[in-house]
């Protein structure tokens, strides 16, 4: 079995677990503890804290993990990125209060207190923008930390910003964006049979992933409206035109569609006379 960790809680809990079911894996939760699970027929599941899982991997704990890019890029181990899981978006920001004189950079004190989880990647930040600071590790709850005198700034993950704007701080400078990545140690991807099974598994998440922002849409349109449908909806490879029976002078058309798109395609296809529109989600993508 190939050990896949995955993150306990949280929001990265919640998107890998489902990624993962959408890709056809079933968790089949052993034990009462249910720290780990047998996922199909080739994974064990092991839940951990996300922030752990750089190392676990890293160390052979597992041979695979499922967590942010921001906490691979914090622990800093020598790990190989499969795949970007696209969920999970947020960015590392340094935030001060929105009361204090500090709107940028460059209003830092210098030997400014940073306080931070992510004591590595924010020392590595102001080393780069030459700025002196001091780095207050915290393990948690940065944001309460500049209202205590105890940090003049912090470094955190900000996602809708709600959490930022309810605790009176503002964002003054991005380090860095993340989402979820899949990773494995480097050294596991050189066994031949292992690297099918990893193969097959990245291309089952990419293939979900694909197909998230698709749709697909069937269309009943005039014949004599093909050059326009074909050049509403070209498809992946030109729109799918199917005979009606008794469709008179109609034919059916479909087509695989970027969500974003849908508003204007089923407008534009509705100006040329199409009729009995539909539209669907789709499991899977692989073109
Ligand atoms: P928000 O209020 O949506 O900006 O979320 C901010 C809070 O959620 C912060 O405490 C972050 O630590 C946490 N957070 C946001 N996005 C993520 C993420 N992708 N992974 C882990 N924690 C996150």
Do not use: W
Not at 166 to 190: F, H, K, Q, W, Y
Not at 254 to 273: Q, T
């Amino acid at each position: 079995m190939i050990r896949l960790a995955l993150p306990n809680k949280g929001r990265l809990a919640e998107g890998a677990r489902e990624l993962l079911e959408r890709a056809g894996l079933e968790f089949d939760v052993r034990g009462e503890r249910a720290l780990q699970a047998v996922l199909g027929d080739d994974f064990l599941a092991l839940f951990v804290n996300a922030r752990d899982i750089p190392e676990f991997v890293a160390d052979g704990a597992a041979d695979l993990g499922i967590t942010g890019r921001d906490l691979v890029a914090e622990a800093d181990r020598s790990l190989a990125e499969l795949l970007d899981l696209g969920f999970g978006r947020c960015r590392l920001v340094v935030a001060a209060r929105d009361d204090s004189s500090i709107r940028s950079l460059d209003d830092l004190p210098p030997g400014a207190r940073v306080a931070t989880t992510f004591t590595r990647l924010a020392a590595d930040f102001f080393v780069r923008e030459r700025r002196s600071v001091t780095i207050v590790p915290v393990s948690g709850a940065a944001e309460i930390a500049p209202h205590l005198g105890v940090a003049d700034v912090i470094v955190d993950l900000v996602s809708t910003g709600s959490t930022l704007k309810v605790n009176g701080l503002l964002e003054i400078a991005r380090i860095m964006d993340s989402t979820a990545l899949l990773v494995a140690r480097p050294v596991l991807l050189e066994d031949e049979a292992t690297q099918r099974r990893i193969a097959e598994l990245t291309a089952a998440l990419e293939s979900v992933i694909r197909a998230h922002d698709q749709r697909y849409l069937m269309a009943n349109v005039p014949r004599a409206a093909l050059p326009a449908v074909k050049r509403i909806i070209p498809g992946i490879s030109g729109p799918t035109i199917i005979d009606i029976m008794d469709g008179g002078t109609f034919v059916a058309a479909h087509a695989v569609v970027d969500r974003r798109n849908l508003y204007r395609v089923i407008a534009e296809l509705k100006a040329v006379g199409a009729a009995g529109i539909l539209v669907t989600p789709i499991e899977r993508l692989m073109p």
